[in-house]
């Protein structure tokens, strides 16, 4: 079955339900009882544990990644959270430099605590990669599309290098940015896939989840222990909520693709702006590599304006974009990571990475795309200095 099928049907239909129901119930039940106390019914002992609605969401999600098992958590954080469970102190993370901001903030300032070793780098410079690695490892972070500058980095090669080194090293990949539609990273030699469903799956902005998707089941078994252990789990109206999003998946990302072409083309030849960061453009540096990698660039774009306009007074003046956080939804949004989701990154380390003070973060979203250029437009002409 193709993606835009199973995100309709899996897990779902005749033989999931006593009714017929066609849509999957939201089961409230904390706890279930059984007849005898050896047998769980069907399974089913306590919602932590395991819930009819959260595992049909399970079941899709494993579905759309092509993994051996998935599990939906409470937020993308958690997910990641109860992924490093799979560690023990003293072992190392590489992971790459331009990176989710509330992601360097679990691993610096939750997790080196208990030994953890996490170390840095830009997976573009080859001559540090090759030294890094052969100082060994035990985990592989890396994030493609990057948050905010939209690099992406070579999953296939990442992986195999990692592997080369140590086999049994987790070689994990952030896909919230490209979602299941545009990108596999189990297909590219992924042990993990990572998601914050609060994104492009969810696809509304009403729901705050997670999920974490395995190629091999025996590390699924042992995530699934974790899930239950860690208790970080989402609720069942959640995950309700997460299944409706995933139906039209392949609808909004290609909606959001197009738009987001449009606008990442809009911005290149405005006059005022400095420099757009989108994969699907030609002047984008790893253009060739997406085209590659990836079956679409997404709905992302962050762009720098000149020194002819005021970033601030552009993102406070749009009508259609919303000035928020967070991305992937219906809406447009638009924000400026240096103060706003990039604040947890400390100055230096954003400058490092190339994330300046001027770079601003756009989420397209599905309405008509001459509305959203328009919007950019009118914001533009008072952002000029
Ligand atoms: C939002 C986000 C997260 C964190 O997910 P939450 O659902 O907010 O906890 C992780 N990685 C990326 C790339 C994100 O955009």
Redesign the pocket.
Known sequence: MRIETKGVHVGEGLEKTQNGDVVVPIHLASTFARRKVDEPTNGYEYSRAGNPTRDVLEERLAAIENGAGGLAFA??????ATALFLLKRGDRVLVCSD??G??FRLFEQCFSQFGLRFRYIDFHDQELLTKELSEGLDMLWI?TPT?PLLRVYDIRALAEAAHHQNPKAFVVV?N??ASPYFQNPLDLGADLV??????YIGGHSDV???ALISRDKTVHERLRFYQKAVGATPSPFDSFLTLRGIKTLHLRMQRHQENAMAVAHYLESHELVKKVNYPGLRSHPDHNLAKRQMRGFSGMVSFELNDNAEPVRLIESTKVFALAE???GVESLIEHPASM?HASMPKAEREKVGLGDGLLRISVGIEHKDDLIEDLEQALNLARR
């Open positions: 937020s993308g954080l958690a997910a990641e990176l989710y509330g992601t994030e948050n952030d919230t940015f990572v998601h914050s469903t609060t994104k705050i989840g997670g967070s991305l992937g989701t």
